[in-house]
């Protein structure tokens, strides 16, 4: 079961919903970097596809328009994979109620586990934001590590949506 | 800071010996072997791990919980040392920069505390990531490698990340 169209189908209005705001003059389309995903082999590093739809859209001019709208892709890939799996969660700790088994709060854990990421990924980029010269919190270098950082939680959280 | 690390690491002084003192026979060589000899665009990942996987091979009881918790442990405790190292590494940097800076006058924010306030967070990160993988095993033995195992990963990458970051002057 294609967990790759169910992300798809679930993700199309949330994007469709999040691009509004950054499209005034800007074609970006996440294409490029889901068509290298779609290509490169268990070995390759993913990172490689991240941020290739926002180069693609930078041939328009805005680069920092473009850079928001993949960090808005992958902030709303990772909307849907974290409900996706909070929901399973969710259903396995009702289950171990209702069956009398051993009560587990899986749920709580994996809240607990995307709270201290985003608490990581603050702190992260803000550590990026004063290594780099120019300090500003809108430079590329923060940008990117939001991008990074992103994909790389939901390229986690979608390698345990299909084992789960 | 350094306390921190080294207690939340717990023998992180031990990783620094090539081999071990128990039967496993431990050595880094064949995740460091698989970094050296990496294609360009490939996964740093697909290396971690590489080394407590021929320890389980070749040890007798390797693939038992218990022998697969040790193969693994050893492997975190040398990526904890690398960790460690490449903190220290980039805390020198950022510090020496936060000095020219104050010398400066400058209002730049510290790099040396933020670079600390990142580090504290990725730990708390880094425990509740594993405690949450543990959960995914409910009360299974497989949960205690599994967790040995998210630790190295997670402390892997990060070693990886610092190192990099290590790299700028």
């Not at chain 1, 994979?81 to 396995?92: Q, S, W, Y």
């Not at chain 1, 899986?106 to 603050?122: C, E, H, K, V």
């Not at chain 2, 620094?16 to 060589?29: E, V």
């Not at chain 2, 990942?45 to 389980?56: D, H, K, R, V």
Request: one cysteine or more; a negative charge.
């Amino acid at each position: 079961m294609g967990l790759r169209i169910l992300i798809a189908v679930a993700a199309v209005p949330i994007l469709v919903a999040v691009m509004p705001s950054f499209a005034q003059g800007i074609a970006f389309s996440p294409d490029a970097t889901e068509t290298c995903l779609a290509d490169i082999d268990r070995k390759t590093d993913r990172r490689i596809c991240v941020g290739q739809s926002a180069r693609a859209c930078e041939q328009g001019g805005d680069i920092a328009g473009c850079m928001s709208a993949e960090i808005a892709y992958w902030d709303a890939r990772l909307d849907v994979v974290f409900g996706l799996v909070m929901e399973r969660a969710i259903g396995k700790d009702g289950n171990a109620t209702s069956l009398n088994l051993i009560p587990r709060d899986q749920a709580g854990a994996l809240q607990t586990a995307q709270d201290s990421w985003l608490a990581y990924r603050a702190d992260a980029c803000a550590f990026e934001q004063t290594f780099w010269s120019s300090g500003d919190a809108d430079s590329p270098e923060v940008r990117a590590c939001h991008l990074y950082l992103t994909a790389e939680q939901v390229f986690y959280l979608e390698a345990i949506a299909l084992i789960e | 800071m350094w306390m921190i690390l080294a207690f939340s690491a717990g023998v992180a002084s031990s990783a620094a010996q090539p081999a071990t003192n128990d039967s496993t026979g431990f050595t880094p060589k064949a995740t460091e072997t698989c970094l050296a000899t990496m294609a360009e665009s490939q996964d740093p990942a697909t290396c971690i791990g590489a080394s407590a996987n021929l320890c389980m091979e070749t040890t007798e009881g390797g693939w038992s919980t218990y022998g697969m918790s040790t193969c693994l442990n050893h492997e975190l405790q040398y990526w904890d040392a690398r960790l460690n190292a490449a903190y220290k590494d980039v805390q020198a940097k950022r510090k020496a920069t936060d000095k020219e800076m104050t010398e400066l006058e400058s209002s730049a924010p510290s790099q040396s505390e933020s670079l600390l306030a990142m580090q504290r967070a990725w730990i708390g990160f880094r425990d509740a990531k594993c405690d949450y993988e543990r959960s995914l095993w409910g009360g299974g033995t497989g949960g205690g490698p599994a967790t040995v195992s998210c630790h190295m990963y997670i402390t892997a990458e990060q070693a990886l990340f610092l190192e990099a970051d290590a790299m700028v002057e």
